[in-house]
């Protein structure tokens, strides 16, 4: 049964009618047309559909839509500041951290979590905090790169992931 809805996504206040035990990830992308996260196994095992909520990194896929009601939700395409990439997105791009692409957004949604609870991870810190995001292409040394680089950007400038 439909539900009215509000959610705060990107720093918009979306209003919408929606089965509220519907999964946040087909929200976002069937409703609102924010495709940039990914549909991969729809069973939290993959972590190509992860976003923000309330600056924590989840997986969209098994999240439903009725429990992120009110919270601040950030995707991928919400992360660039000012017309500016987010240092995460700029350093994937430098680190050719990227293949096929499928899993960067979700990769970059969890690394910025990763880089919010430890702002000078250690690699084998990020290996860990980053396990349960797969890379089917095998881009993992470059993306633990990019996330060292990131990491030094936001030494260096003072900001925060
Ligand atoms: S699609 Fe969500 S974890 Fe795989
Ligand atoms: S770049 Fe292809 S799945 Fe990661």
Redesign the pocket.
């Known amino acids: 049964m439909s539900e009215h809805l509000a959610l705060m996504v990107n720093g918009s206040q979306e209003e919408i009618e929606i089965d509220a035990e519907r999964m946040l990830?087909h929200v976002l992308r069937d409703k609102l047309g924010l495709t940039g996260s990914?549909?991969?196994?729809?069973?939290?095992?993959?972590?190509?559909?992860?976003v923000l909520v309330d600056q924590q990194p989840v997986?969209?896929?098994?999240t439903p839509v009725r429990e992120v009601a009110d919270q601040p939700i950030v995707t991928i395409e919400g992360l660039a500041r000012n017309g500016q990439l987010h240092p995460l997105q700029q350093a994937f791009l430098d680190q050719d951290a990227l293949q096929c692409g499928y899993c960067t957004p979700?990769m970059i949604m969890a690394a910025v979590g990763l880089l919010r609870q430890h702002p000078a991870p250690t690699t084998e810190q990020i290996v860990e905090y980053m396990q349960?995001n797969?890379c089917r292409c095998g881009t993992y040394p470059r993306i633990v790169r990019a996330i060292q680089q990131a990491a030094a950007e936001l030494a260096h400038s003072g900001g925060q992931a």
Request: hydrophobic share 30%; aromatic share 0%; with cysteine.
């Open positions: 990830l990914k549909i991969g196994c729809a069973e939290g095992q993959c972590g190509v559909c992860t997986r969209s896929c098994i979700g349960g797969l």
